[in-house]
Each structure stands twice: as C-alpha cells, then as structure tokens.
T-cell receptor
Framework: ETGVTQSPTHLIKTRGQQVTLRCSSQ?????VSWYQQALGQGPQFIFQ???????GRGNFPPRFSGLQFPNYSSELNVNALELDDSALYLC??????????????FGPGTRLTVT | AQTVTQSQPEMSVQEAETVTLSCTYD???????LFWYKQPPSRQMILVIR????KQQNATENRFSVNFQKAAKSFSLKISDSQLGDTAMYFC????????????WGLGTSLGVNP
C-alpha cells in the first residue's frame, strides 16, 4: 500500500510569485485535505476535496486554490505569494465521508519559503 | 467554534518511564472524534491514537493510551515505557462528525525522552 506523497520537498519563492504543490493520496482514499503549519504552530485547515469537489474551506483568502483529479491526487496553488505564506504545507488523505473514513493520513509535507 | 488547548509547551521524561500529555477542547457538538498525532523532526505527522466521542471505553494502542473525559472535555495521552524514538511534537486534534471532516489542532507539546 502506497502512502501519501508530496512534491516538492521544499522550495523557495519570491514574494508575488505563484506556486503549485502536489499531493498523491493513499491508495483507496478519495478525500484530500490541505493544512498550513507555520513554524512553532499547529496546522491550520486550508480546504478539503472529496471526489473532485471542494468540501469545506478554512479561513484562507481566494489566492489559495486547489484541484483534485480523477485519480484523487491534488494540487494546492497559491498566487501572489506573501512572506507570511512561508510554512510547512501538509496534505492528508482519508477514505471519505462514511464510517471509518474520518482518519487522516499525512504526507511528509512541503516546506515553502517566501523571500 | 471548536478550540483545542494543550497547556504544556514542553515536557521531558526518562527512558522507560511514563508520561502524560494534557489536552482540553471546547465544543457544543455531541458527536466528534479526537486524535493524538506525533510529529518527529522529520516533519511527517503520524497518527498515534484516536477516540470516538460516542465510545466510553478509552482507546489503547500498544504503549499509548488515552484518558477521555467527555463531560470535562479532556483528552490526555499516556505514554508508557517511554522510548528515545518517542521524542517529537505531539498534537491533539478535534474533528466534528459530519461531512466537513477538518481537523482542528492544538499548539502542540514538545516531548523529549532522555536516556
């Protein structure tokens, strides 16, 4: 069984640029959630995708957007990068809305640094 | 809105001893899930243990167990026979039951296991 993978591992961008982060969900999982974890903080929920549709969004501006593909992999896009966007971005996959689908399994994260 | 509080920013324990990490939460929901996640220096968030609010029995996973007090809204994690590999940040997290299954996190407790 393949776990959750994320790419790239880390990257450095300049303020104002755009970035795309990628996530492959665990085999059999149809739900992907994205979280932002600033240094020394707990993660903050960005949004969730279930079967290619957005299924809830946290308190993040519209320049944070996402996609989920038919194979349930996902992308997180951030436009007009700001210094405060520097963080660890975590992707988690889960089975979905039914029964035991509430457990979320995380990838290794992408460390984004904005200069 | 739900909140999760971890009042111990840092803790330490001697190898082979027992340590308890505290977590309290605030919610008006009756059906929800609670989790403890471990984040070692490698950054990957690892699910340690989970508890369904409708279950009175405390969850146990090998050396890890919880003390779930629903009325007090308390969810502590006990680690028995502590090992050096237990050194990590530990996060308590809350999730409502229902369609939007997002995790709400505490700030974490940094646990150091000393040889």
């Amino acid at each position: 069984e393949t776990g959750v993978t994320q790419s790239p591992t880390h990257l450095i961008k300049t303020r104002g640029q755009q970035v795309t982060l990628r996530c492959s969900s665990q085999s059999g999982h149809n739900t992907v959630s994205w979280y932002q974890q600033a240094l020394g903080q707990g993660p903050q929920f960005i949004f969730q995708y279930y079967r290619e549709e957005e299924n809830g969004r946290g308190n993040f501006p519209p320049r944070f957007s996402g996609l989920q593909f038919p194979n349930y992999s996902s992308e997180l896009n951030v436009n007009a990068l700001e210094l405060d966007d520097s963080a660890l971005y975590l992707c988690a996959s889960s089975l979905g809305m039914g029964g035991s689908g509430y457990e979320q399994y995380f990838g290794p994260g992408t460390r984004l640094t904005v200069t | 809105a739900q909140t999760v509080t971890q009042s111990q920013p840092e803790m330490s324990v001697q190898e082979a001893e027992t340590v308890t990490l505290s977590c309290t939460y605030d919610t008006s929901e009756s059906n929800y899930y609670l989790f403890w996640y471990k984040q070692p220096p490698s950054r990957q968030m690892i699910l340690v243990i989970r508890q369904e609010a409708y279950k009175q029995q405390n969850a146990t996973e090998n050396r890890f167990s919880v003390n779930f007090q629903k009325a007090a809204k308390s969810f502590s994690l006990k680690i028995s026979d502590s090992q050096l590999g237990d050194t990590a940040m530990y996060f308590c997290a809350f999730m409502r039951a229902g369609n939007n299954r997002k995790l709400i996190w505490g700030l974490g407790t940094s646990l150091g296991v000393n040889p």
